[in-house]
């Protein structure tokens, strides 16, 4: 059974950080697109940050770029997303998700990807 399941959120200040980490299992994923996406309170999901198969290419949503960077190890099948200076607006449930496009337009659109985690709750107070 294939899964991918979120950990590390939780409430923080405006101002702190979080590293959220999605663990996948039943097979490997070392050949993805990986991405995080988020659903804030009352909004439809949105791209947050997505990584090639080799971790040598990225893409951020303007509202993340210079606060969160996504990583991958395929050797533990796992990827993450540190987020730092976190504000009130970022708080949502994130989701991971595989694929299996890449490119600047595909790799935001949630339609593109395969695997979904069952989401983690990140709430940041002002």
């Known amino acids: 059974q294939v899964q991918l399941v979120e950990s590390g959120g939780g409430l923080v200040q405006a101002g702190g950080s979080l590293r959220l980490s999605c663990a996948a299992s039943?097979?490997?994923?070392?050949?993805?697109?990986m991405g995080w996406f988020r659903r804030p309170p009352g909004k439809e999901r949105e791209f947050v940050a997505a990584?090639?198969?080799?971790?040598?290419?990225?893409y951020y949503a303007d509202s993340v770029k210079g606060r969160f960077t996504i990583s991958r190890d395929n050797a533990k099948n796992t990827v993450y997303l540190q987020m730092n200076n976190l504000k009130p607006e970022d708080t949502a449930v994130y989701y991971c998700?595989?694929?299996?496009?890449?490119?600047?337009?595909?790799?935001?659109?949630?339609?593109?990807?395969?695997?979904w985690g069952q989401g983690t709750q990140v709430t940041v107070s002002s």
């Open positions: 990584i090639s198969w080799s971790g040598g290419s990225t």
């Open positions: 039943g097979r490997t994923f070392s050949s993805d697109t």
């Open positions: 998700a595989a694929g299996s496009s890449w490119g600047n337009r595909s790799s935001r659109n949630s339609r593109n990807y395969d695997y």
